[in-house]
T-cell receptor, first 110, second 114 residues
Framework: RKEVEQDPGPFNVPEGATVAFNCTYSNSASQSFFWYRQDCRKEPKLLMSVYSSGNEDGRFTAQLNRASQYISLLIRDSKLSDSATYLCVVNPGGSYIPTFGRGTSLIVHP | ETGVTQTPRHLVMGMTNKKSLKCEQHLGHNAMYWYKQSAKKPLELMFVYSLEERVENNSVPSRFSPECPNSSHLFLHLHTLQPEDSALYLC?????????????FGPGTRLTVL
């Protein structure tokens, strides 16, 4: 099993739709989790951290499920500008080696 | 803009050339990273520096040689590369090298090896 797995997509959704991505991780000792966004031919940028209690920022909600070892990202009321690749990042406890997923591509169309 | 700059933005080199990639961060961070991003693959961590000391070399071939002269600058020296080394090379920094820190990425250098 890969350390961090994501469905590469693409997820093709209309404006206004709600879309959710999951990211599974193999190391049960992982302690830090993040979602990054990467636009085409640009660098990744932090979208949000994922806390044990979940995290919400406007239209974006991130959840952590330790029992099933996955994190999720929910985007409500999708905008055209949400089109990007969403990268899941997992850090094993005590390690400074972040592990990136291959990313999930989202395309929001009019 | 993120406060992390990289030069050059694009580089084409032959397999016998020697070149260097430069990264500079203006954020006062203590940790800096080199990543490789190939098409359809996850970001691959190459090197981690913390306070100018290399703390991780993630099984990278010796044809890639990092240098960190101070906490604001990071170089990646390249020599005798292979075509499969063509990729986007991203530099990042974070406050410390602990895994809980947000990483700030530079725009990357798109490298093509002929």
């Amino acid at each position: 099993r890969k350390e961090v797995e994501q469905d590469p997509g693409p997820f093709n959704v209309p404006e206004g739709a709600t879309v959710a991505f999951n990211c599974t991780y193999s190391n049960s000792a992982s302690q830090s989790f993040f979602w990054y966004r990467q636009d085409c031919r640009k660098e990744p940028k932090l979208l949000m951290s994922v806390y044990s209690s979940g995290n919400e920022d406007g239209r974006f909600t991130a959840q952590l499920n330790r029992a099933s070892q996955y994190i999720s990202l929910l985007i409500r009321d999708s905008k055209l500008s949400d089109s990007a690749t969403y990268l899941c990042v997992v850090n094993p406890g005590g390690s400074y080696i972040p592990t990136f997923g291959r990313g999930t591509s989202l395309i929001v169309h009019p | 803009e993120t406060g992390v700059t990289q030069t050059p933005r694009h580089l084409v080199m032959g397999m016998t050339n020697k070149k260097s990639l430069k990264c500079e961060q203006h954020l006062g961070h203590n940790a800096m990273y080199w990543y490789k991003q190939s098409a359809k693959k996850p970001l691959e961590l190459m090197f981690v520096y913390s306070l100018e000391e290399r703390v991780e070399n993630n099984s990278v071939p010796s044809r890639f040689s990092p240098e960190c002269p101070n906490s604001s600058h990071l170089f990646l020296h390249l020599h005798t590369l292979q075509p499969e080394d063509s990729a986007l090379y991203l530099c990042a920094s974070s406050q410390d090298h602990g895994g809980h820190n947000e990483q700030f990425f530079g725009p990357g250098t798109r490298l093509t090896v002929l």
